[in-house]
């Protein structure tokens, strides 16, 4: 950052770095490091429930999920499930492993054979969990089981903008691995991947080396793959696919988060993040998303024992090689002047296909004022990437040196745009978020994440819903049930109301009850059209009202969308301009003809 403030601030800041959430200070302007609501949205049970909405739309492609249940709620759905498995194939010898809901670096985690497993019954009783089918056929490398960090931009919410780092890092297991057995399931050694955990075996190897040892690049372990014959592009492409596919799924709650705290029209930051995706190749090479972590650790030191009792920190060069990278460039990204040169020296930054300049060029190019590139320039140059192009390329870091090309010491871009540049083949999954946007218009009051009964009735309204077989009367019902029940459910009793995912299965009841003989996501994706269709020529009558009541003298603020979204969650659901006439008329694209 440009500026520091060790001691408080004073003055705003371009960027806000904060150690773990958007609410550690209040601020009005700038950019800040955390999404509100992100932590929430992380947590084990809230990033289940919401892949489960997007497994339940799309089974095939949210199938890089294990197979989930939230304790203690869905303790009976979880026997039931495992036991008419079983039924159906008695030679299913499953493992489950249960995790505490918020925890971390494997607290609190155990593996089981069977629902009935004695540990599972203190679990109910004292905190929520998740319990998930275990993966048994983790990939191995020197018969050691392993996992994928790899370290994920969120540029933006709206539009979505994602950036994936284009190494990340291995963490081993210190003890061989075996198929879980009765016998081997305590081994945390064996079977849970955690550096936490895994520091404290004798068998860690802190290595010299970023491909040997227990934690590696994950570039290294492409390399080795590629030399045995694996397809690693498709490896790569896979996990791109699953890293877009879970922000998608955590970008419609992210959205609520976010207009509840920072309210469109009103001054605030805006907001980018980092975040942490743990990932477990199986050994079909297939990628298991583990989880998500809001607040990665950046550590670029370990911790070493010198003598017994005594440690030292002393530079750890597989994290210092991957992460400095994802710091420098979520800063030149996020830089926030970056905007302005584009703008003024727009050939220069389109020519590169949208990869920024190296400092160098820029000016020379731009002729920029020193203190303009402070932001980029105060950030530690480490050995160079240049000439990487993605993990999927073996070329040792600093293997191009002797590139003549004068930027080449340069390091290059690790961050590598994967939205909205795979826009096209991931859209059609983004349902939920449009639903998202439906809830967030009918929400009423500013910074409230929860709809009323009112904002419910307003919609089936305004989206033209009920019918002679849905009355307003099943509305409400449908509105009273499903809020109970998701308010028993979580936690969060800040505010009364239906939640979004509440909304959201209110939604697939109507969906499913207009749209009968379609399969799910097609019956949602049909009901969502319906409602931005019937919204959307609302607004244009708004429009035209507007427009003739301004003409008739009214005051303009009404006019605008804003203004016009904002009347639209009055009681009775009809824009005050337009008459009870209007209201009545046939067709709503009549009444601008
Ligand atoms: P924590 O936040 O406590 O680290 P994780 O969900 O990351 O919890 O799980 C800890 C470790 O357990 C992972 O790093 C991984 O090695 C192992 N693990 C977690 N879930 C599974 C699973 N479904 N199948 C196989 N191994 C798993």
């Not at 003549?404 to 540049?421: R, W, Y």
Request: hydrophobic share 35%; glycine share 6%.
């Amino acid at each position: 950052m440009k500026t520091q403030f060790p001691f408080g601030r004073r003055l705003p800041c371009d960027i806000y770095w904060h150690g773990v959430s958007f609410h550690d200070n209040d601020i009005f302007s700038g950019q800040v490091n955390k999404f509100p609501g992100m932590t929430e949205m992380v947590r084990k049970i809230t990033l289940s429930r919401a892949v489960r909405i997007m497994q339940n739309l799309f089974p095939e492609e949210y199938n890089f999920y294990p197979r989930s249940w939230i304790l203690p709620d869905e303790f009976q759905l979880f026997v039931a499930q495992v036991r008419m498995v079983k039924d159906g194939d008695p030679s299913w010898k499953p493992t489950f492993i249960v995790k505490p809901d918020g925890g971390c670096q494997g607290d609190g985690i155990y593996l089981i054979k069977d629902p009935s497993d004695i540990r599972l019954a203190g679990t109910l009783q004292s905190r929520p969990a998740v319990v998930q089918e275990y993966i048994c056929k983790p990939l191995l490398i020197d018969k050691l089981k392993f996992d994928i960090r790899l370290y994920v931009l969120l540029k933006s919410l709206d539009p979505l903008e994602i950036y994936i780092a284009k190494d990340g890092l291995s963490r081993f297991c210190t003890e061989p691995y075996q198929e879980p057995s009765p016998k081997n399931l305590h081994h945390v050694f064996m079977h849970l991947t955690n550096y936490s955990l895994n520091i404290h075996s004798g068998n860690f190897v802190h290595s010299d080396s970023t491909s040997t040892g227990s934690k590696r690049t994950f570039s290294s372990i492409l390399c080795r793959l590629s030399s045995k014959g694996v397809d690693i592009k498709k490896v790569w492409s896979d996990i791109i696919s699953l890293v877009i596919k879970t922000v998608i799924a955590l970008t419609p709650e992210l959205k609520v988060f976010y207009q509840s705290d920072i309210p469109a029209g009103r001054p605030g930051p805006t907001c980018f993040q980092i975040l942490g995706f743990d990932i477990l190749l199986m050994k079909n090479l297939k990628p298991i998303l583990l989880e998500v972590n809001a607040n990665p650790s950046m550590r670029i030191e370990h911790e070493q024992e010198l003598s017994p009792g005594v440690f030292e920190n002393v530079p750890s060069l597989v994290d210092e090689e991957v992460k400095v990278a994802v710091i420098r460039d979520t800063l030149r990204l996020m830089d926030p002047l970056k905007n302005k040169r584009e703008k003024h020296f727009p050939d220069i930054y389109m020519d590169r296909k949208h990869r920024f300049l190296p400092v160098s060029d820029r000016m020379s190019s731009s002729k920029l004022q020193l203190s303009e590139i402070s932001i980029v320039r105060s950030q530690p140059h480490k050995k160079p990437l240049a000439g990487k192009e993605g993990p999927s390329d073996c070329e040792p870091a600093g293997a191009s040196d002797t590139n003549p090309n004068p930027e080449a010491h340069l390091p290059s871009i690790c961050l590598k745009q994967v939205f909205p540049k795979y826009a096209k083949q991931f859209n059609y999954l983004r349902l939920v978020d449009r639903m998202a946007n439906l809830f967030i218009r009918f929400l009423g009051i500013k910074g409230s994440m929860k709809l009323g009964p009112t904002g419910f009735r307003t919609f089936i309204r305004n989206c033209k819903l009920s019918s002679s077989s849905l009355s307003m009367a099943a509305v409400d019902i449908l509105y009273i049930d499903i809020t109970r029940r998701w308010n028993s459910m979580t936690l969060d009793q800040r505010d009364s109301g239906m939640c979004l995912q509440a909304f959201v299965e209110a939604f697939f009841y109507l969906a499913q009850r207009k749209f009968k003989m379609l399969p799910l996501h097609e019956q949602v994706a049909s009901l969502v059209d319906l409602c931005e269709y019937h919204l959307s020529l609302l607004d244009e009558r708004r429009l035209v009202c507007g427009r003739s009541s301004r003409a008739g003298g009214r005051a303009p603020g009404s006019s605008t969308p804003q203004g016009a979204t904002r009347s639209a969650q009055q009681a009775d659901g009809h824009p005050p301009c337009c008459t009870d006439s209007a209201r009545k008329s046939s067709g709503p694209r009549r009444a601008l003809s």
